[in-house]
């Protein structure tokens, strides 16, 4: 069973900017795949004239009807995080009822928020899991939450109208509201296999940047255990060759014994001595301690083995555990790939002119507009422009005054597109405004007498 997930924050600050980069990705995190950027969709359409989320926000709060003044330390904007348990997600995706969810999400939002009060939701598809990332200004109308207990306790206030409109976040993120929210998100949710999680749980998201500080101590605990264990492999084989090398001391020092032994038995034979019996019995204390010490030495080795074999058990896993971790990221970025495919070759199946639309917008920002007058050009809105443009022809660039651009079909080829400015073929304009700047260079240059050149 999956669970839904719900995030509900007041936006900082009067513009909420950082948010805005984010969510409209004029700045790229570490945990996205740009290949999938182009996958993420605006759910909500902007009026006329309101180019982005920042100008959404202050639009609905300029044209609500609020009468009071707006304070700077007042909230403009709640931000809400919509998604599910992963695996779930990932199902509702291969389903291909991704559409329908955001939908869903949509109507929610309308219905809890208010449609006005909706002023931009995000599908994000470059992330690991699916979410949408929606802007909700809390515009709401009749007395304040603060006046209504004061009343009730008793307190004297002044009478407002019961209808009037106003800017207040603290009025729908009050307890029982975030629970009511849970609860009728989950609802919506349902048909999706997603449910409510229990309530009262502790609980918490983890942050993007709590996810990545995580992985970044478990990989960092991974290599000191590598670097502990090839330490004492080094250190076990180190004191292996020192233990070699006091064997083979001690037996040769065994063999000077015996040589010494053998040649006191044959000088005491010849001699008679009496001090025969007293060196055998020296000789014989000395080879039980050599027998003593070869016996605590092989015990070492022993040891010593038992341990290298631990060691190199140990990173024996360590290995076989990242060489699997590495394994599955392959496996998911393939799918992710082989995914992306399919959904390229449906768009060129779908849309005939997808594939145009991608060369177009390659073309637009070679000529020299930006990412922004871009993506107008490319929706085929009309966008008038002023400053210079780049001709790869003719490798220099021309200056324009302010002028209408549109993105149109071909005269020639109406399965290719191709940009317009004032009705007219960008590659036409750019042939007239070279020969223009050609012709006037031409009278420019003024014969001299023969043999003398020409002069500029």
Known sequence: MGYISIQINKAKGSADTGASDHIERKTTPKNTDPTRTHLNRELVQFPDGVADRTEAISHRIRTAGIRRKITSDQVRAIRIVLSGTHEDMVKVQDEGRLSEWCDDNLQWLHRTFGRENTVSAVLHMDEHTPHIHATVVPIVTGERRKARKKQAEGKRTYRKKANAVRLCADDLLTRERLVAYHDSYAEAMAKYGL???????????????????????????????????????????????????????????????????????????????????????????????????????????????????????QLMELQAKHRREMADKEAEHQREVSFLKSIIQKAKKWFPLFQELVYMEKFCLKVGFNERQTATLISGKPLFYEGELYSEEHRRKFTTEEAGFQVVKDPKDKSKLALAINGQLIGEWFKEQFGRLFSSIKRTVKPLRRDKGMRL
């Open 195 to 313: 449910h409510r999680g229990i309530r009262g749980s502790e609980a918490r998201h983890t942050t993007t940047a709590q996810y990545y500080r995580d992985l970044k101590r478990q990989t960092g605990e991974l290599e000191t255990n590598v670097r502990q264990l090839q330490t004492e492999q080094k250190q076990a084989e180190r004191l292996l060759a020192e233990v070699r090398k006091e064997i083979k001391s001690e037996k040769l020092e065994a063999a000077k014994t015996e040589a010494k032994t053998a040649l006191v038995a044959k000088v005491g034979s010849l001699l008679g001595s009496g001090k025969l019996k007293e060196l055998e019995a020296d000789n014989r204390t000395l080879q039980n301690e050599v027998a003593a010490r070869d016996e605590s030495i092989e015990l070492l080795q022993q040891q010593m083995q038992r341990q290298q074999d631990e060691h190199s058990r």
